[in-house]
């Protein structure tokens, strides 16, 4: 199975930071690799598919980059509505599996 | 607008079944592959089971290894509805089930629509 690595596992910031998150994939997976929001309660949300394409209605804010192993994603400038934990998720191999995720906390 | 809405959880005993249902409307049901993705409580989320669609050239059922054997995932067309069988439950099945759309863009795929999940105890 492909094991998916996040990092961090949670980082503290504040309204208008620039987040980095990370997923290092343990083998080469291109660029299918996807990115979901999840809040306290609620079910996950796509954010980010194919490494760097955001999904309808997401905010141009979050962004994502990579290609092989390494992926990131970005969130420009850290609004209220972005406090979650952000999963990432390969779809190249079977099993798809998720990163263990990150949560991003005030 | 499309919904999916699980039901089915609640306590069981270690051993014991327990049969999700997901209701989907507002796409076409039959042309998507759906899968079931579970989460115990305070952790990540695990993939559980794929049952690909209608319209796909080649017809699959998936599950990961930590459910094979176990569970069955089934769908039912003509009634929109996606389903999971459970047997021999364990403690370490306790998770929020959700069901997922899996949808692709060119090659790529994704869970693009969840349900609010439901949540399955196994306990004595």
């Given at each position: 199975?492909?094991?998916?690595?996040?990092?961090?596992?949670?980082?503290?910031?504040?309204?208008?930071?620039?987040?980095?998150?990370?997923?290092?994939?343990?083998?080469?997976?291109?660029?299918?690799?996807?990115?979901?929001?999840?809040?306290?309660?609620?079910?996950?949300?796509?954010?980010?598919?194919?490494?760097?394409?955001?999904?309808?209605?997401?905010?141009?804010?979050?962004?994502?980059?990579?290609?092989?192993t390494d992926f990131t994603l970005t969130i420009s400038s850290l609004q209220p509505e972005d406090f979650a934990t952000y999963y990432c998720q390969q779809s190249y191999t079977t099993p798809q599996t998720f990163g263990g995720g990150t949560k991003v906390e005030f | 607008e499309v919904q999916l809405v699980e039901s089915g959880g609640g306590l069981v005993k270690p051993g014991g079944s327990l049969r999700l249902s997901c209701a989907a409307s507002g796409f076409s049901f039959s042309s998507y592959s759906m899968n079931w993705v579970r989460q115990a409580p305070g952790k990540g989320l695990e993939?559980?089971?794929?049952?690909?669609?209608?319209?796909?050239?080649?017809?699959?059922?998936?599950?990961?290894?930590?459910?094979?054997?176990?569970?069955?995932?089934s769908r039912d067309n003509a009634e929109n509805s996606l389903s999971l069988q459970m047997n021999s439950l364990r403690a370490?099945?306790?998770?929020?089930?959700?069901?997922?759309?899996?949808?692709?863009?060119?090659?790529?795929?994704?869970?693009?629509?969840?349900?609010q999940g439901t949540l399955v105890t196994v306990s004595s």
């Open positions: 199975d492909t094991q998916l690595t996040q990092s961090p596992s949670s980082l503290s910031a504040s309204v208008g930071d620039r987040v980095t998150i990370t997923c290092r994939a343990s083998q080469s997976i291109s660029n299918y690799l996807n990115w979901y929001q999840q809040k306290p309660g609620k079910a996950p949300k796509l954010v980010i598919y194919a490494a760097s394409s955001l999904q309808s209605g997401v905010p141009s804010r979050l962004s994502g980059s990579g290609s092989g | 993939w559980v089971s794929s049952i690909s669609s209608s319209a796909s050239s080649t017809s699959f059922i998936y599950y990961a290894d930590s459910v094979k054997g176990r569970f069955t995932i370490e099945d306790t998770a929020v089930y959700y069901c997922a759309r899996w949808e692709g863009r060119g090659s790529h795929y994704f869970f693009d629509y969840w349900g």
